[in-house]
């Protein structure tokens, strides 16, 4: 095991996929000369060159639809987008293009595209750079859509997004890239799919997407020790394909589920899992789903506002207390 | 790396007076982006701060050639268009803290400035994204018949993004009175004109959608107002949509964040040899429309105005907690359906009643606010976070938009 940052989870199975793959390869907005906003890919076009790691200019929508032909052709690109807001430029290529083409034309082609962007708020980036939006992408078929909260997940899951043969929308959190954590030597990929029990219990379910994954942790270690409730915190790693036997299995042994995201309200991950485990798990639920997300407002810039309008443990607690409470 | 499009001749100097505003005004805001810097350093302001230091020529040049009633849209690289256009510093000032009194009320901050009664339609963080909205406000006035032109600033970087080229085309063949001015400035974030763009004569870049470029030496705050001025006139009088390039240099990185290896300091010294308002300030004194003594007066009066304005920032109040979902939408007096949701407390509320939510939704809001001090400590000592993370983390390291 070795102790290494988010960001240096990222750019270790950047390194090794590159180096295990020729076909392999990085286009981005100042991922090269600058080394990347997020410095994600620090060093690499040093070691790849420019053939392989490729400043490109301001082209959102551009450089991913490049992303998605040279992936029809046989390359691995890995596409890295500055802030999931800028993603919204590249809609056009995600959804009409990326995530349809190998159905509409009858499995001829297939789409092996990662596309990497940092999400989330704290930062005080505002309206236009600070939003959580693995639902919008979630809600396409066709995506797979990954949402790492550890070092190790990063790193093992970008090495499995490389390696899928589909279109993968790869979203990492930006308070996290500085996070250390441990990541076995010979990470392996993590294969999609296979959502992590981060904490074992037996009285309420937390599901907790992303970021919230951490948040929902720490909720659990105050709701054992101060209200003896003990929490299964669940990270389910990819949000599509998504392990809903893992989920529905901790239901059912605890009867009570509460899902954290940052993201908004309406058509979020919380709306949607809560609609699965209710018509999976109705009998053996005590309370309802319960839900926490982010404000449904576009992210402020004023710090205690914008504070204010994304979870922390506190708002966890109290909504797994509420499940309780219905009783 | 040459330093510009040097101007061949000397434009005439405009009367006293004249002189003396916009000698001022490049001032004010060069005192106001220095000290929007330290706050910054502070942890006064948050997020990113994009200076345009170096950029003043550039910017009082081309607000001046506008009359009151024309449009003006720019990027997220913004406090200097605001206060040429009149905007008062302590507004700036308070929007870049965060604080109420602010032009946006704090929901934008550095990136969003705003002001809709001086027409001054905004700042964006989004590159290219004000380009359509240009030349909409420039369809609304063609479509009612006014002679107000709106003028479209943007960086070399947004040449790039699609949206260029189908405005231009869109513009030319409506007629619609818009200018486009691109400050280039040599970068797009941490990205060389040269490793961004295959033409690098950014004037020409329009050409082939119908719209004529012309140049203009961006250090050289008299020769932006002029082909600014001729342009805009193209576009009030001929409905025939410009674009001008700006050749200029920002003294300063892509955003405070930024480690700036992409350049090197020989370079960036040639060009703080331009430095506008010395140069501008030289000429009059060697012309003799100001002494130096009035010019360092001139140049203390600014400062004292950004005191006032860091003072009146400082004193304003953070934005009201109830306050989150004000303004979302215009709702007249249809309050009945649930327009947004709140679902951040175990009381699911509808977000325009937050005021009249319960005394958990009103304590989690309170307990979520005060995790603004999670980071606060380390970011004053001006060390990154290194567990999880924080705020400092991306101030060291993140340069932010293009």
Redesign the interface.
């Known amino acids: 095991m070795a102790t290494m ?2 960001r240096e989870a990222l750019n270790a199975a950047l390194r090794e996929e590159m180096e295990r793959d020729e076909s392999v390869f990085l286009m981005g ?2 991922i090269g ?3 990347g ?3 994600v890919t620090q060093g690499l076009l040093e070691e790849f060159g420019e053939r392989r790691v490729r ?8 450089i991913v639809g490049m992303g998605v032909g040279s992936a029809m052709a046989g390359l691995r690109p890995v596409v890295e987008i ?2 999931i ?2 993603a919204l ?1 590249a809609m056009d290529q995600i959804v009409n293009h990326a995530a349809a083409i190998r159905y509409m034309f009858g499995a001829q082609v297939k789409v092996p595209l990662v596309v990497r962007m940092p999400q989330g708020a ?8 600070s939003h959580s939006l693995e639902a919008m992408f979630l809600h396409v078929p066709g995506l797979l859509v990954a949402v790492p909260s550890t070092a190790a997940d990063a790193k093992g899951l970008l090495k499995a997004a490389i390696r899928d043969d589909n279109p993968v929308i790869f979203i990492e959190h ?7 954590g441990e990541v076995p030597d010979d990470a392996e990929p993590i294969p999609f799919g296979e959502a992590a029990i981060r904490r074992e219990g037996s009285d309420v379910t937390i599901v907790g997407v992303s970021r919230m994954a951490i948040t929902a942790e720490r909720a659990a270690e105050s709701l054992a020790s101060e209200h003896e409730i003990e929490a299964e915190v669940i990270d389910p790693r990819t949000l599509r394909p998504l392990d809903l036997d893992t989920i529905l299995d901790s239901v059912k042994k605890t009867n009570r589920a509460v899902i954290v995201e940052e993201g908004w ?2 058509g979020g991950v ?1 709306a949607n899992l809560a609609a699965l485990i209710q018509e999976q798990a109705f009998d053996w639920l005590d309370a309802p789903v ?9 992210m ?6 914008e ?6 443990e ?2 966890v607690v ?2 797994v ?2 499940t309780f ?1 219905d009783l | 790396m040459p330093t510009g499009a040097q101007a061949t001749e000397e434009h005439p100097l405009p009367d006293a007076k004249a002189c003396r505003e916009l000698l001022a005004r490049m001032m004010l805001i060069r005192r106001f982006e220095e000290r929007a810097g330290e706050m910054y350093a502070k942890a006064k302001i948050g997020g990113f701060l994009h200076l345009c230091i170096g950029e003043e020529a550039t910017v009082v040049g081309s607000v001046d050639a506008l009359r009151e009633t024309d449009y003006l849209l720019s990027t997220y690289r913004e406090h200097g268009q605001a206060i040429a256009r009149g905007m008062p510093p302590r507004e700036v000032m308070a929007e870049l803290f965060g604080k109420v009194d602010g032009c946006s009320k704090g929901r934008g901050g550095s990136m969003h400035l705003f002001d809709m009664e001086r027409r001054f339609l905004g700042g964006y963080g989004i590159v290219g994204g004000n380009l359509p909205l240009a030349a909409g406000v420039a369809l609304a006035s063609d479509y009612r018949g006014d002679e107000d032109v709106t003028l479209c600033m943007f960086g070399d970087g947004a040449t790039n993004q699609g949206t260029f080229g189908e405005t231009m085309n869109l513009a030319a063949l409506w007629k619609l009175p818009v200018v486009f001015m691109v400050i280039n400035n040599q970068f797009g974030m941490g990205t060389s004109l040269e490793r961004h763009s295959a033409v690098t004569d950014l004037s020409k870049k329009a050409e082939g959608f119908g719209v004529p470029g012309s140049r203009c030496d961006g250090m050289d705050m008299l020769d932006v107002k002029a082909v600014v001025g001729e342009a805009v006139r193209c576009a009030r009088e001929e409905r025939k949509p410009q674009l001008v390039e700006a050749v200029t240099y920002r003294f300063r990185g892509h955003s405070m964040a930024d480690p700036e290896e992409y350049r090197t300091k020989e370079d960036v010294e040639r060009w703080r040899e331009r430095d506008p308002i010395a140069v501008f300030s030289k000429r009059l004194v060697d012309e003799g429309v100001m002494s130096q003594d009035d010019v360092e007066a001139l140049d203390r009066e600014q400062s004292a105005a950004v005191d006032e304005a860091v003072e009146f920032a400082d004193a304003s109040p953070f934005p009201d907690l109830d306050s989150l979902y004000d303004d979302i939408y215009v709702m007249g007096d249809q309050v009945r359906p649930w327009w947004s949701v709140d679902e951040r407390s175990p009381e699911p509320h509808r977000g325009e009643r937050e005021r009249e939510s319960g005394e958990i939704a009103h304590q989690l809001a309170e307990a979520g606010a005060a995790h603004v001090e999670d980071d606060s400590e380390a970011r004053e000592r001006g060390r990154p976070r290194d567990d999880s993370g924080g705020a400092a983390e991306h101030r060291d390291e993140h340069g932010g938009a293009g």
Do not use: C, W
Not at chain 1, 290 to 298: K, N
């Open positions: 940052r988010y907005e100042d000369v600058f080394q906003a997020f410095k400043d490109t200019p301001i082209s959102e929508n551009t500055m802030t807001n800028f430029l704290g930062h005080q980036l505002g309206p236009t750079h930006e308070t996290l890239y500085g996070r250390k309200p309406h919380g319960g839900r926490v997300t982010g404000a449904d407002v576009p402020p810039y004023s710090k205690p506002l504070q204010a309008a994304f979870p922390h506190e708002h109290q909504a207390l509420a409470r």
